[in-house]
């Protein structure tokens, strides 16, 4: 482990298949572990996600992954959240009666309330919000791959935005942390834009 290499956390729930694909084919130095010291020691760490809230906060909190993440996080390593990667950041979630997440960042996770259909699956177009490292070179209209039920509709650390029924976070970001709802390594042009911009900043 050295640190240059990128953690990405295997915490029994996520699907990493396509991302540790994504990470090979452009020759990132990465660990798929199972060994929180390996994220306190890694140079920057992606949490992936597929699953419900609450069970991934339990599933990371079983597995000692809370403290290496909020340590990295503290440490000012770069962070990437992808799909409920990102939700669990946030203070909480409605979904199965309610969760507590890890409360990096500001804000409540919630069912859509005025989507055409649940869930949001399939592609669907960013409006880049503000200016950021890790959105560089996309633009407005770029599109991106979503799955999922649950959302956050207003945050401080927006910075793409997508429209279905209504608008909710697509991209955040706050200093080190960054985070998708959608899944950049499903994602084509957009989200191997996105793969690139994290790993340039992870190299420092």
């Not at 919630?110 to 996309?138: C, K, Q």
């Not at 080190?176 to 042009?189: D, I, L």
Request: hydrophobic residues 45%; aromatic residues 8%.
């Amino acid at each position: 482990m050295t640190a240059r290499t990128i953690a990405v956390i295997d915490y029994g729930g996520g699907n990493v298949g396509s991302l540790v694909a994504a990470l090979e084919r452009r020759g990132a130095p990465f660990v798929l572990t199972e060994n929180p010291r390996d994220v306190e020691r890694a140079g920057a760490a992606i949490l992936p996600g597929d699953g419900a809230f609450g069970a991934t906060v339990d599933a990371l909190r079983q597995r000692g992954f809370e403290e290496a993440i909020r340590d990295t996080i503290a440490a000012g390593r770069p962070f990437l959240g992808i799909c409920v990667g990102m939700q669990v950041l946030f203070d909480s979630s409605d979904e199965f009666g309610g969760a507590a997440g890890l409360g990096v960042l500001p804000g409540e996770v919630r069912r859509f309330t005025s989507a055409p259909r649940v869930p949001h699956m399939g592609w669907n177009d960013l409006v880049i919000e503000r200016a950021h490292p890790f959105v560089e070179g996309i633009a407005d209209g770029a599109w991106a791959y979503f799955l999922h039920s649950y959302r956050v509709a207003d945050t401080e650390t927006l910075v793409a935005s997508c429209e279905y029924g209504e608008r909710f976070a697509a991209v955040v970001a706050r200093d080190n942390v960054m985070a998708t709802q959608f899944h950049p390594e499903k994602s084509r042009a957009t989200g191997g834009l996105l793969l690139d911009n994290f790993l340039r900043i992870a190299r420092g």
